[in-house]
Each structure stands twice: as C-alpha cells, then as structure tokens.
C-alpha cells in the first residue's frame, strides 16, 4: 500500500470520528473560525471554497457566522469524510483531488481556505497558479500550516515524521510570492489541555496524518516513551502553533 492509499484508508476509517478530535473542541473551532472570517475577509456574497475541507464542520461554521448567501464549497478527495459534510445545511460537498480542482477553467469563487491540507500537496505550484486564475480579481487565499517542529507532546519518531511531512511555510511564501499573489503573513498561538490518557488514545487512532505510516507496535512503543516522560502528570499543556498564510490576486 502506498502513501495516497494509506492516506485513503486512513480518512475512511476515522471520518466518523474526525470531529471529535482535539483541534475540533468548540473553544478551538469557535478561535479558528473567527481568525479565518477575519483573515479572508468573508462577506455575505462571497463564494467561499474550502479545500481539503474533510467533513465540512468549518465550512458550516464560517457560513453560519457570516449568514452567507451562497453555501460554502467542501472539498476533499474522501468520499467518507465529504458524507458528513453532505448532512449539514450550508455546505455543497465536491469530491476532488486539490489538482483536479484547480484545473477546472470555468470554475470562479471570491475566497479559498486551505486548512491543513498543504501538506499533502504534490506539484504545489500548479495548484496555486490554478487557483490565482480561478479567483475573481481581488480574491483571497488563506492557507493555514503549522511549523515544521511543533510543540506537541509527540514521541521523537512521531516528531521527526512530521518534520518529514510539514513543508516549512517560508518555502510556501516563495511560491505564492512566485504564481503573483500579494502575500500576508501572521503566526497564532492556542494554548490547549488535554488528559494524558486521551492523547494517547488520540495516537492510536493516528489522528493527525503523520502518524499514519507507524505500526501498531511502533504507537504502542512511543507512548510507552511518553509514559515515562509524563509519568508525573495527569495533564498535558501545550500550544498550538498556527501559522496564517494570506493571498491576495493582485
């Protein structure tokens, strides 16, 4: 099995869960949501897309918030994931990969998120060039990455794999800076709690997609690690580091 088909597998085993992971609490949703209305300027015409948007849960609370006229576009290449997304009110799902998306030529929309999903991203230039042509004139972009070294009570494996995985967002920078984008940047932080015990239970079910290439055996191995480093502590404390990539079609 290869990378996309684990990916695959992995998004279709835990959509049904997806939601109630840790980044997806109400306090934390509700933040983010607000940051990304800010950040993209969403008003009550535009036509909103969401790529890599998953089960859609961000797409509904950004039209509830602004009371959008037209429904916020999920899409995601999980069938799965986009069936959560097909029950709430105020979002059309799209499956798609993000290159398939971007080469539709007829296709045209005011604002565009991209929530942690660059990171999948292959041949990443076609797709931003790909969206400047979709986007109206004066159209916004936001992308939202972490660091390459984030501040979560990983295992080291888990640490260096997501190292591996996370493009570092000076190289995005460039990029967009290269396919004519006007560019903003703006780093925030989150602090977050959660109970040892359900971090652990979060990495078993490899929910953030750096963890997915570790065996059973490997999680199992890499808690007992982070067991022993946390043994004095019930509560974790950790913040989340999120990085605010705007763009603007000149």
Known sequence: MNNKERLSHHYKNIAGEYNDALFFAHGYRKWLVELIIKELEIRKKDFVVDLGGGTGIVSKMICDKVCLEKDVLCVD????????????????TLCSTALAFVQKEHLRYNKILIKEAVHHFENRMNKWNGIYRQLYAKGRLLIITRPIFPDFPFFKAALNSFKQCQPDYHIILKELEDAKFS??????????KINKTRWFELIRQRFMSNLIPFTDEQLNSGIKELEQKYREKEILEFVDRLIFIGGTKR
Not at 77 to 92: D, F, I, Q, R, T
Not at 183 to 192: A, G, H, R, S
């Open 77 to 92: 290449p999980s069938k799965e994931m986009l069936n959560c997304a097909a029950k709430l009110s105020g979002v059309s």
């Open 183 to 192: 560019l903003k940047l703006e780093i925030k932080d989150y602090f977050l």
